[in-house]
């Protein structure tokens, strides 16, 4: 692996997006923002809403370490812009908790 203090990170953003999701719907009764995980939600589940927040990790991953046999200066700001994206959604649910509890 190229970079796992990266993916580390990568990892964390996403647990808690999972984590920042749960206390939305099942404390705050909202809804899933995204179309597709809303999908998935509904048809199978939290199980399945996890699948698929690990499946985009392995994918984000994978891009970057494949992307860093050519360039790895690339592969390293794809992977820090992943961080930073993932971590967009948890700061705004943080957010709206937030708005919520008053």
Avoid: Q
């Amino acid at each position: 692996m190229r970079f796992p203090d990266h993916y580390c990170w990568y990892v964390l953003t996403s647990t808690l997006d999972v984590l920042v999701t749960f206390i939305i719907i099942e404390v705050y009764r909202g809804g899933e923002a995204n179309r597709v995980a809303s999908h998935i939600f509904d048809r199978f589940g939290w199980p399945g809403m996890i699948a698929l927040k690990y499946a985009t990790v392995l994918v984000v991953i994978g891009v970057c370490e494949v992307v860093a046999r050519k360039n790895e200066s690339l592969a390293r700001n794809l992977a820090v812009l992943a961080v930073a994206v993932g971590a967009f959604p948890v700061l705004y649910g943080f957010m709206l908790v937030r708005v919520w509890m008053g």
